[in-house]
């Protein structure tokens, strides 16, 4: 099964992030993503349906993944199918497992070296980051976990910046504690 090492925080200086991340770039350039991922309940894990909004071009995935909700580098396990009728299996999904909720977002996607850096303005939360070292076959999680943390401190993440979980999570505890998206 594919797996990454990730590191996901708050951002309060976006545009740094952006312009570091084109620098350190072999491509110096991103890719401007609008995704809605549509969550549901699994007894496993995280389960979502990705859906490109107003790109034809970009096939929807089903996507489900494990990873710990820890601050700091975290070892996922993940597998991701294309799907090619998005609304047909959402219904179905939904009426099988139910839905938790859903996270819009645009998302600037930058590679830099075998790191997806990815730059989200998401939908009633904020400006965030995620790293997602694509670990190579081989490649053990301590060797990820250095490559992560050297890319967060040229980035100029704070430890304080860390999020430990999900954006659906997050959406969830705001919901839950009364604010609205």
Do not use: W
């Amino acid at each position: 099964m594919p797996s990454n090492i990730e590191i996901k925080a708050r951002l309060t200086d976006p545009e740094f992030v952006k312009r570091t991340s084109l620098e350190l770039s072999e491509s110096k350039t991103a890719d401007i993503l609008e995704q809605e991922d549509t969550f549901f309940n699994c007894q496993q894990g995280r389960l979502k349906l990705r859906v490109f909004k107003n790109q034809s071009d970009r096939v929807a995935k089903l996507i489900s993944y494990e990873r710990p909700d820890t601050t700091g580098p975290k070892h996922s396990l993940f597998s991701i199918t294309p799907i090619h009728e998005p609304e047909a299996l959402k219904v179905t999904l939904t009426q099988a497992l139910g839905v938790i909720g859903v996270v819009k977002k645009t998302r600037t996607l930058v590679h830099v070296g075998q790191t997806r850096v990815h730059i989200d303005d998401v939908y009633g939360l904020g400006q965030f980051m995620e790293l997602e070292v694509m670990m190579r076959p081989g490649q053990n999680h301590e060797e990820g976990a250095k490559i992560a943390e050297d890319l967060k401190k040229k980035l100029g993440i704070k430890e304080t910046d860390l999020i430990d979980c999900a954006y659906m999570d997050l959406i969830l505890e705001q919901t839950q504690n009364g604010g609205t998206l």
